[in-house]
């Protein structure tokens, strides 16, 4: 059978949560990694044809191209008989599609907030636009440590998504502090990012 192809960069946080579900659902051989760069001012012809939103992670099977995270995610669970990670019904499932949510909507903002600060040239930048999505990711994490019992357990798409959010935060935005007054948060993450999926796909630039 043929080998999927995974289209990604390995600082991108959306890409490392594909990369972690493969690495839990034992599918890492069954796909061979292309490592891409871009930037919303420097697209991708490659990605660019399989993805019209010319975003990464972008994921090439047999007759079809699948974007984006959540989307190659859970096609990925479909394709391995392990523990499942996203959870087939009731209050699990919901709990870890919330919590995906969570995680990619602090991702949102943060990546627009790195945009601002990194990307546009420094005359363009808006302070109040990167306020405001800092504001966002400060709201993600103050419900995440309010809920961090939703977090424990086996992993799920739930908790992997947040891990890679934290993840990125500590990666792009150490400075910005996300453990000061989040003392739950802290330690859950703490042990989180030691299982061998999260140390993996730990991002570099
Ligand atoms: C980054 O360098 O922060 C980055 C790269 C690709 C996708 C998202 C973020």
């Known amino acids: 059978m043929a080998k999927m192809k995974l289209y990604y960069s390995p600082a991108?946080?959306?890409?490392?949560?594909?990369r972690a579900v493969a690495l839990e659902a034992g599918l890492t051989k069954k796909i061979e990694m292309v490592n891409v760069v871009l930037s919303p001012i420097a697209p991708n012809a490659d990605v660019d044809k399989r993805n019209p939103i010319g975003k990464i992670p972008s994921l090439s099977i047999k007759g079809m191209e699948l974007f984006d995270?959540?989307?190659?995610?859970?096609?990925?669970?479909?394709?391995?008989?392990r523990r499942k990670l996203f959870p087939a019904k009731g209050a699990a499932r919901w709990t870890a599609l919330r919590l995906q949510a969570l995680?990619?909507?602090?991702?949102?903002?943060?990546?627009?907030?790195?945009?601002?600060?990194?990307?546009?040239?420094?005359?363009?930048r808006w302070s109040d636009w990167t306020a405001g999505q800092m504001k966002k990711i400060s709201g993600v994490l103050d419900r995440l440590e309010a809920e961090v019992k939703s977090l424990k357990g086996k992993p799920t798409i739930g908790s992997i998504t947040v891990g890679c959010a934290l993840g990125y935060l500590d990666?792009?935005?150490?400075?910005?502090?996300?453990?000061?007054?989040?003392?739950?948060?802290?330690?859950w993450f703490a042990s989180f990012a030691e299982l061998p999926s999260m140390k993996e796909t730990a991002p570099t630039a």
């Open 69 to 81: 995270s959540p989307v190659i995610c859970e096609y990925l669970d479909t394709q391995h008989r």
């Open 12 to 18: 991108s946080p959306y890409a490392r949560k594909v």
């Open 103 to 124: 995680g990619d909507g602090l991702l949102d903002a943060a990546l627009l907030a790195r945009y601002e600060t990194f990307l546009r040239p420094e005359a363009l």
């Open 171 to 187: 990666f792009r935005f150490a400075s910005f502090g996300w453990r000061q007054g989040r003392p739950k948060l802290a330690k």
